[in-house]
Structure formats: structure tokens, C-alpha cells
């Protein structure tokens, strides 16, 4: 098992940057794809960003390439998610997620653990 919890959400307004944080705690962390995943208010949870074990391969949803960098520290068991530039439409709960293989995955069904999510707030 892996526990994720994810911190460093809050409200800040159109244009700012936050970094959002994701502790992982259990089996091995450095052996598996790391993603972030988004849900608005009525939506389904979309994909953000994904990073392979080794921090070598990343992938973005378009909506946030160039904006978003999302980065892995094997060390402290931790990965990241640093948005810049951020709009309104960024608003939402922001979930980390953790897969045992060590690709990349954009589907929400290959994901095999969660954490319970941090709110994003952006105001224009």
C-alpha cells in the first residue's frame, strides 16, 4: 500500500503561482509513475501531469503545458506540482496519484492510489 497526501493548495488570484506537494508514505515510492489529476465543480477529474520513477519523462495536458512543472524527489518520497500563470479556470480540487509501473500514464484507470485531494482557488 501507499498513502499520498497532497498540501500546498489554497486561493490566490489570476496570474500567481502555488506549489502543491504530495507526500507518499509505504511500499517503495521510487518505483512507480506519479500523476496529478484535477476536478472542478460538476466535472469529471481531468489529467494534469504525469512523471516517470526515474524523473526523467513528464507529460502535460495542454491546458497547462508551459505553465505547470511537475517533479519527483525520491529522496523525501515526494513529488510536486509547480503552477505559475495560474487562471480561473485552474479551479479545482487537485488529486495526487501513484501507479506501480514505472511509466507514464495519462488514464485515470491506471492509477492505483490516491490521495484525498487539496483545493485550488483562483480568482480573477
Known amino acids: 500500500q501507499v498513502q499520498l497526501v497532497e498540501s500546498g493548495g489554497g486561493l490566490v488570484q489570476a496570474g500567481g503561482s502555488l506549489r502543491l506537494s504530495c507526500a507518499a508514505s509505504?511500499?517503495?515510492?521510487?518505483?512507480?509513475?506519479m500523476g496529478w489529476f484535477r476536478q472542478a465543480p460538476g466535472k469529471v477529474r481531468e489529467f494534469v501531469a504525469t512523471i516517470a520513477w526515474s524523473g526523467g519523462t513528464t507529460y502535460y495536458a495542454d491546458s497547462v503545458k508551459g505553465r505547470f512543472t511537475i517533479s519527483r524527489d525520491n529522496v523525501k518520497n515526494t513529488v510536486y506540482l509547480q503552477m505559475n500563470s495560474l487562471k480561473p479556470e485552474d479551479t479545482a480540487v487537485y488529486y495526487c496519484a501513484a501507479r506501480r509501473q514505472i511509466t507514464i500514464a495519462i488514464d485515470i484507470v491506471k492509477y492505483d492510489y490516491w490521495g484525498q485531494g487539496t483545493q485550488v482557488t483562483v480568482s480573477s
Open positions: 509505504g511500499r517503495t515510492f521510487s518505483s512507480g509513475a
